[in-house]
């Protein structure tokens, strides 16, 4: 069984920063892709950055210059580094990974547990 963690996250102002962290364990054989998603109070869930094993980046739109995603595969943990947040980033925000486990062998979508960040004065 593979979890992942997740750690950071809160309150804080406009324009402030955060840094979430997300470590997976478990029976793990290997991490493909890894990112990051929030969900608003209403909204649907959607994808905010992801990287895969080799450190290829994407983001969405809203976040690009501000957000900053990257993992260590020694570590099988994936950062997303959060500056010049915004009311509108206020969400639960969600790790994922695309792994291969051990026992049983075979591919799985892993979700963190959620956190929410929450942006206000």
């Known amino acids: 069984q593979v979890q992942l963690v997740e750690s950071g996250g809160g309150l804080v102002q406009p324009g402030g920063s955060l840094r979430r962290s997300c470590a997976a364990s478990?029976?793990?054989?290997?991490?493909?892709?890894m990112g990051w998603y929030r969900q608003a109070p209403g909204k649907q869930r959607e994808s905010v950055a992801a990287?895969?094993?080799?450190?290829?980046?994407n983001y969405t739109d809203s976040v690009k210059g501000r957000f900053s995603i990257s993992r260590d595969n020694a570590k099988n943990t994936v950062y997303l580094q959060m500056n010049s947040l915004k009311p509108e980033d206020t969400a639960v925000y969600y790790c994922?990974?695309?792994?291969?486990?051990?026992?049983?062998?075979?591919?799985?979508?892993?979700w963190g547990q959620g956190t929410q960040v929450t942006v206000s004065s």
């Open positions: 994922n990974a695309d792994a291969k486990t051990v026992a049983p062998p075979k591919r799985e979508i892993i």
């Open positions: 478990g029976s793990i054989f290997s991490i493909n892709a």
């Open positions: 990287i895969t094993s080799g450190g290829t980046t």
